[in-house]
Each structure stands twice: as structure tokens, then as C-alpha cells.
């Protein structure tokens, strides 16, 4: 689900500075594109500094421009924003959301990477018992060669 979601904030960062760029190209003035910033990559970035749930201090974190835009300017007639312009801690809630599944995501591969390096060990050591098992089988037995073989092991 994470990736589908970033798949789609890729593609629609990439409608934007198109847009953008033809805004520009078409010479859009000043105060519109003072209203509509350039999309860089540190705005599409969550910020994973804190994660403590029921927090209420990520008032003070530092949102990308676009959340701050003048809503009511672009948005007279659209009744589907009117829950983020009447309530702006959804906007909040939101951003915590993304970073708290940031976060779990991480949490997961941290897990498997350290399950994954004590399965190697573990079978490392296994092999290792048992070519040291059959070096033994080789001595006691006076095969040489393949106790020569088995000891490289």
C-alpha cells in the first residue's frame, strides 16, 4: 500500500511541475506563481522526528508550503476541502499518519534484516558442525586426501 501511495505522489509531483513549468513558459505573473511555489523534492519528504502517539507538539513541525496555501482562494466552490479548511488539525493528523507508517515500515525491515543475519549465522554454523563432523570420520578412518578436503571446509 506505501508503494502504491508513493507511486501516486511521484506521478502527481510530476503533473505539478509540468503545470509549473508551463505556467512559466506561458508567463504567468508574479503573484501567481508566488501562490503556487515550485515542487521540490524535500516537500514531497516526511519528517519522522517524532512519533510518540497522542503527541500534541507537531503543531511546531514544519509543513511543506502547500499545506499552508490560501484554500479559500482556490477553493470557493469545492465542498470536498471544507473538512481541511473547518479543521486544520486533520491536516496534522494526516502528516503524523504518513510518518508513523514511515516509521512502522522501517521497524518491519529492521526486524527482518536482523531475523535474516541470525538465519545466515545459524546455518553458517550448522555446515561448519557438520564438515567438522566428517574431517573427525576422515581421521578416524586414515583417509587422508579427504580428511585434507574436509579440514579446508
Known amino acids: 500500500m506505501i508503494h502504491s501511495v508513493d507511486c501516486s505522489i511521484k506521478q502527481y509531483a510530476t503533473i505539478y511541475r509540468r503545470c509549473w513549468d508551463s505556467m512559466i513558459w506561458l508567463g ?8 503556487y511555489q515550485e515542487l521540490i523534492n524535500s516537500d514531497l519528504a516526511t519528517s519522522t522526528a517524532a512519533f510518540t502517539q497522542g503527541a500534541h507538539y507537531h503543531c511546531a513541525s514544519q509543513l511543506p508550503w502547500f499545506w499552508t496555501i490560501d ?17 486544520p488539525s486533520t491536516v496534522y ?9 514511515g516509521k512502522d515500515c522501517w521497524e518491519e525491515e529492521e526486524e527482518l534484516l ?15 558442525c557438520c564438515w567438522n563432523e566428517r574431517y573427525k570420520e576422515m581421521q578416524v578412518a586414515r583417509v587422508h586426501g579427504a580428511a585434507c578436503y574436509t579440514a579446508r571446509q
Open 28 to 35: 504567468a505573473s508574479r503573484d501567481i506563481l508566488d501562490h
Open 71 to 87: 484554500i479559500p482562494r482556490d477553493t470557493n466552490s469545492k465542498s470536498w476541502l471544507t473538512e481541511c479548511i473547518c479543521n
Open 93 to 101: 493528523r494526516i502528516h503524523w499518519l504518513h510518518a508513523k507508517a
Open 114 to 128: 536482523m531475523s535474516e543475519f541470525q538465519w545466515v549465522t545459524h546455518y553458517f554454523k550448522y555446515h561448519a
